[in-house]
């Protein structure tokens, strides 16, 4: 049982860009968050997706999007790359959003 | 939301139990403490949760205080592969998808 993916594993990109991060759930799991993680720092929330439809958000700004497909798999669209956007960015999946969530291993995003 | 605090750092003998506490003196009735653990460039991993009575599972114990401010994670044998960032996390039912994640614990197990 494959657990949470991630692709790609690493990117980097130049301030200005865009940027689209995917994620395939755990089997079963019908819930994906999204989280980034700057260096030294613990991960922040930045949105969830339940039933195709963002369901909560965090603190991040519109230039951070998604979408979540039939499958449950995911996407993290950001728009206008800044230098501080570099971080690690997490992949959360649960069978509900009240379950307990399991991460993959991130996409760490390197913008030059 | 309520927060939590934890110890910056711990180290502990391997082949000893580590003994994990965290404070979450404003938490609220339906709110439930949950633990991660994050391996060094790795995502972060579930370990347990509880509302109100002591969890045990494969990984570890909870205990959590009977009025509830303040819970220990017990790892019941480290082992140097339970080197690790441990985060307490407390999780209202009314915000299900966020995890508010602090600074953690960096937890160090020593031969």
């Known amino acids: 049982d494959a657990g949470v993916t991630q692709s790609p594993t690493h990117l980097i990109k130049t301030r200005g860009q865009q940027v689209t991060l995917r994620c395939s759930p755990k089997?079963?799991?019908?819930?994906v968050s999204w989280y980034q993680q700057a260096l030294g720092q613990g991960p922040q929330f930045i949105f969830q997706y339940y039933e195709e439809e963002e369901r909560q958000r965090g603190n991040f700004p519109d230039r951070f999007s998604g979408h979540q497909f039939p499958n449950y798999s995911s996407e993290l669209n950001v728009n206008a790359l800044l230098l501080g956007d570099s971080a690690l960015y997490l992949c959360a999946s649960s069978p509900g959003p009240e379950y307990e969530q399991y991460f993959g291993p991130g996409t760490r995003l390197t913008v030059t | 939301d309520a927060k939590t605090t934890q110890p910056t750092s711990m180290d502990c003998a391997e082949g000893r139990a580590a003994n994990l506490p965290c404070n979450h003196s404003?938490?609220?009735?339906?709110?439930?403490v949950y633990w991660y653990r994050q391996i060094h460039s790795q995502g972060p991993q579930y370990i347990i949760h509880?509302?109100?009575n002591n969890e045990t599972n494969e990984m570890a114990s909870l205990i959590i205080t009977e009025d509830r401010k303040s819970s220990t994670l017990i790892l019941p044998h480290a082992t140097l592969r339970d080197t690790a960032v441990y985060y307490c996390i407390v999780r209202t039912t009314d915000s299900w998808g966020k995890l508010q994640f602090g600074a953690g614990t960096q937890v160090v197990v020593t031969p």
């Open positions: 089997s079963g799991h019908d819930t």
């Open positions: 509880g509302l109100k």
């Open positions: 404003t938490i609220s009735g339906n709110e439930y």
